[in-house]
């Protein structure tokens, strides 16, 4: 089973507040990866890490930033949530073999921004 | 660019066989995947296909043909907690190894 965590699991918080998501996987895993997912939608990639010291921007442009300081530990942060913020945001690892790649997710952090 | 594409919505009958079918656009192809997520979850892997051909796991089958750049997953004996969304995945190595999904497709089974 994978072994990848995020918390909070829901967030409500103010317009203008600093958050930071964590994520954390015991994996080992070099590669890691944050979602952006609304209901019933479609995964955007927003961030991901081919290891420590390692971060890129993904496909859907984003107002957050990530680090990777330790292999098993991805957070993701915004400087000021706005309610265009509120979405899921979804954390998911990888060893990113290229004949069987397997993502595995988290749980997921349901954020809203009032 | 990148882009997938496939259904939105399906529905079948408990018992039944359904195909979900995935086409892509990619600069390069590294692998298709299929990914399960329901209502309130996390999407959960179900398959990858790297190479051409039918890859069966249980009651699920997913197929790749890379010429046509094209892929399906396959569920028989559909039962009701199926009902689900599924996501297929490319793995491509333009601008690194980045996995993009599709928009997803949400299975209905009825009784």
């Known amino acids: 089973e994978a072994d990848i965590y995020q918390t909070p699991r829901y967030l409500v918080i103010g317009t203008g507040k600093k958050i930071t998501l964590e994520c954390s996987q015991t994996?080992?895993?070099?590669?890691m990866y944050w979602y952006q997912q609304d209901p019933g939608m479609e995964l955007h990639l927003i961030h991901y890490?081919?290891?420590?010291?390692?971060?890129e921007k993904g496909d859907l442009s984003s107002e957050s930033t990530v680090s990777r300081i330790r292999t098993e530990h991805f957070p993701l942060t915004l400087e000021s949530a706005r309610p265009s913020h509120t979405s899921q945001y979804l954390c998911?690892?990888?060893?990113?073999?290229?004949?069987?790649?397997?993502?595995?997710f988290g749980s997921g952090t349901q954020l809203s921004v009032l | 660019g990148q882009s997938l594409e496939q259904p939105s919505e399906v529905t079948a009958v408990e018992g039944a066989i359904v195909q979900i079918n995935c086409t892509y656009q990619?600069?390069?192809?590294?692998?298709l995947s299929w990914y399960q997520q329901h209502d309130g979850g996390a999407p959960t892997f179900l398959s990858y296909?790297?190479?051409?051909g039918l890859e069966e796991t249980g009651r699920f089958s997913s197929f790749l043909s890379r010429s046509d750049s094209y892929g399906y997953l396959l569920l028989q004996e559909l039962q009701m907690k199926d009902s689900a969304s599924y996501f297929c995945?490319?793995?491509?190595?333009?601008?690194?190894?980045?996995?993009?999904f599709g928009a997803g497709t949400r299975l209905f089974v009825k009784a």
């Open positions: 998911a690892s990888s060893t990113g073999d290229r004949t069987n790649e397997k993502l595995f």
């Open positions: 994996m080992g895993h070099d590669k």
């Open positions: 890490s081919y290891g420590v010291n390692s971060t």
């Open positions: 990619t600069s390069g192809f590294y692998g």
């Open positions: 296909n790297a190479l051409d």
């Open positions: 995945a490319v793995r491509a190595p333009t601008g690194g190894f980045k996995t993009i």
